[in-house]
């Protein structure tokens, strides 16, 4: 079993081939027969998993299994105690015309991450500051963080997915992918 982590830049689909010829991972990675378990928007930038196990790419992808992914997002404004205590909580938000709840979050301010810049920098606005936020959930609902952000008044500009469960981007670049230690594929068959 292959299993490798990835830095998805941003402005990358989170699949091997586009008939518009946009990015893909095919542009970064070149290993054979791996596929992502999960994927992650265009506009956002971090951890991605691939296996060549479709159980595996399954288990991961699932959110049945509630894996905790944290995410880092950088937000417009400062988010007060009471929008975090609101995203601790599970906002409420719509899909398909329903209503329905996240599960509680855990949400915390951070001092900016030690990342790269991006390609595209976010909109700027000389009297807007922006802050970051971590956040571990453990659903994957379409464009969740930023839904949640925008639904207590804190729109994301930037998100980055740091981690799924303990497996982290400690030590990759944005492009780079490398394999999973023995250990750390062990850790993953217990999830």
């Known amino acids: 079993m292959q299993i490798y982590r990835f830095w998805k830049p941003y402005n990358v689909l989170t699949k091997f ?14 290993v054979a027969n791996v596929y992502a378990a999960g994927r992650l928007d265009m506009d956002s930038e971090g951890l991605l998993l691939l296996t060549d196990s479709g159980a595996l790419q399954h288990r991961l992808s699932d959110p049945r299994f ?32 329903k209503l329905w709840r996240t599960k509680p979050a855990q949400a915390r ?38 839904r949640m952000t925008a639904a207590v008044g804190y729109p994301t500009l930037r998100l980055v997915r740091w981690a799924i469960g303990s497996i982290t981007l400690a030590g990759l670049q944005p492009g780079q992918y490398q394999a999973l230690t023995k250990t750390e594929i062990e850790q993953i068959r217990r999830w």
């Open 109 to 146: 301010l951070i001092d900016p991450p030690d990342i790269p810049e991006r390609p595209v920098p976010i909109r700027y606005r000389a009297h807007i500051p922006t802050t970051w936020l971590e956040l571990t959930i453990s659903e994957g609902k379409n464009r969740q963080v930023r």
């Open 66 to 97: 509630e894996h905790p992914k944290t995410y880092w997002a950088q937000v417009e404004r400062i988010p007060d105690e009471t929008a975090l205590e609101s995203l601790r909580r599970g906002v409420e938000l719509s899909e398909g015309g």
């Open 17 to 30: 081939t586009d008939a518009d010829g946009r990015p893909t991972l095919a542009d970064y990675i070149d």
